[in-house]
C-alpha cells in the first residue's frame, strides 16, 4: 500500500529551469494539497484541489501551477526556477478536509 | 496578519512530565477545524489529532488532547506522561472555508532524560 507518492525525492535546477512534481495517491482522496516547507516558516500552501479537474490558489501561489487531470495525481510545476524556490515540497491528500491528511515523504528541491 | 500562531519555538521537557503546547488562531467563520501534526527529525508528517469547531467536547487520542477554547481561540495540544520518543517538531493546523488548511510555524519540543 503505497499511500502518497512524491517524484522525484531530490532535484537541483538551475535558474530558469522548469519542471514538475508529482504526487499520486492510491486511496482514492478527493482533496490533495501542495506545501512548501521552509526553515523557520512551517508548512505554506501553495496550492490544493478539492477534486479531480479542480485547483484552487493557497497561501504562496506565485511561480508555480498545478493540474489536477487525474483523481489520484496532483502535479505542481514550476515554470521558471528561482532560487527563491529552493524548499522541501510536501504533498499531502484527504478524504475531506475534516480528516487527517496522509503525507508524501517529501521533494528537496534546491534551485541555484 | 498570521492565521494561526505558536508563540514557542522551542520547549524543553522532563521525561514523564505533561506538556502544553500552545496554538492560537484567527478566523471569523463558525465551521472550522484544527489538527496538530508532530514531524519528527526523519522528516515524515504524523496526524494526531482533530477539533470540529462545533464538537463540544474536547478531542482526544491515546496521551494527546486538544484543549479547545473557542471564545479564547485557542486549541492547545497537551501531551501526558511525555516520552523520548516525543521529541519532534509539532505544528498545529487550521481548515479553513474552501477546505484550505494552512499550518502554523510549528514547536520544536525536546524530551530530556
Known sequence: NAGVTQTPKFRVL???????????????????????????M??????????????????????????????QNFLLGLESAAPSQTSVYFCASSWTARMELFFGEGSRLTVL | AQ????????????????????????TSDQSYGLFWYKQPSSGEMIFLIYQGSYDEQNA????????????????NLVISASQLGDSAMYFCAMREPGDKIIFGKGTRLHILP
Open chain 1, 14 to 40: 538551475k535558474t530558469g529551469q522548469s519542471m514538475t512534481l508529482l504526487c499520486a495517491q492510491d486511496m482514492n482522496h478527493e482533496y490533495m494539497y501542495w506545501y512548501r516547507q521552509d526553515p523557520g
Open chain 1, 42 to 71: 512551517g508548512l505554506r500552501l501553495i496550492h490544493y484541489s478539492v477534486g479531480e479537474g479542480t485547483t484552487a490558489k493557497g497561501e504562496v501561489p506565485d511561480g508555480y501551477n498545478v493540474s489536477r487531470l487525474k483523481k
Open chain 2, 3 to 26: 492565521k494561526i500562531t505558536q508563540t514557542q519555538p522551542g520547549m524543553f521537557v522532563q521525561e514523564k512530565e505533561a506538556v502544553t503546547l500552545d496554538c492560537t488562531y484567527d
Open chain 2, 60 to 75: 482526544t487520542e491515546g496521551r494527546y488532547s486538544l484543549n479547545f477554547q473557542k471564545a479564547r481561540k485557542s486549541a
